[in-house]
């Protein structure tokens, strides 16, 4: 009985059978002639049968050897059919890139591009929600907000923000200018508890009576609420109009104001193999703004 065979074999064979050379096998496999010949000397060993003739100068399967390719072959197939489709193609490597949950959405328009320049590389994209839990596993790149004016060498600027406001299709009916602003329900988003008061002032309007009723973590939640008629949101521009565009029930009802703040990507410190693959990235991403 045949059994326990070396899957490292079967793939030699399989290349040796493919090429008729250990040489050239040797070179697609990335292993030395002399480990081929082992391999193959060894399969047959177990098997029983030669299942090649060697020759000085060629090599060619034997009957039973071009039979068991057939199987071989079959077999690798399916191996590498059922690895891809669990576990996905083989990849260079997978780089772990942390932003908002809005920023996620809005590149997820855009991610595609990347994978066709790059696609060996893999990306895996957490939020910033989860940022103590991500600290056990390294982040290799990292899409911050910071104020326009921030100087650390490490953070490349990607864009200068403007905020706006946002509200469900019914309600923006009876937004005409920023003063109707004023008697909406007023949607706040944690960490950017001052873009009313941002947006009112710049448009000439009293920030004292800005009293949150409802206050969600994400931009995201905000623009959800706002469509839903549950009240006005203040947001980013660019996520606003990312959100038009895939269909969501919001009108943005008032000019851009800036906010003082932008988009910086940060690379980390990277093992070696992932710091080419986040660069690419990095560079990549300077182009989607």
Request: charged content about 20%.
């Amino acid at each position: 009985m045949k059994q326990n065979l070396n899957l490292n074999w079967l793939r030699t064979f399989d290349a040796a059978a493919r090429h008729l050379s250990f040489t050239a096998a040797s070179h697609d496999l990335g292993l030395t002639q002399t480990a081929v010949s082992q391999h193959i000397k060894a399969l047959e060993t177990k098997l029983g049968q030669n299942l090649f003739i060697r020759r000085a100068r060629s090599l060619q399967l034997t009957e039973i050897g071009q039979a068991y390719l057939i199987s071989v072959r079959d077999a690798l197939e399916h191996i590498d059919f059922s690895t891809s489709g669990l576990f996905g193609p083989e990849l260079r490597t997978t780089i772990v890139v942390r932003a908002s949950a809005a920023m996620i959405i809005w590149l997820s328009a855009r991610v595609s591009d990347f994978q066709d320049k790059y696609p060996n590389t893999g990306i895996k994209l957490v939020t910033s929600l989860w940022q103590n839990e991500m600290e056990k596993h390294p982040v290799d790149v990292e899409i911050v907000l910071a104020a326009q004016n921030q100087s650390d060498h490490r953070m490349v600027k990607l864009s200068e923000e403007r905020i706006v406001p946002v509200c469900g299709a019914r309600t923006s009916a009876n937004i005409l200018t920023p003063v109707d602003l004023m008697q909406c329900e007023k949607v706040h988003v944690l960490g950017f508890d001052d873009h009313w008061a941002r947006y009112l002032s710049a448009n000439g309007l009293p920030t004292g009576v800005v009293s949150p009723r409802i206050v969600v973590d994400t931009s995201v939640a905000a623009c959800e609420l706002a469509a839903a008629e549950n009240g006005c949101a203040i947001m980013f521009e660019r996520f606003a109009q990312q959100a038009i565009e895939a269909g969501r029930p919001i009108r943005i009802v008032g000019e851009p104001v800036s906010n003082g703040q932008s988009h910086y990507v940060i690379q980390r410190n990277s093992a070696s193999s992932e710091k080419r693959a986040s660069a690419e990235f990095c560079e990549w991403l300077t182009t989607c703004f």
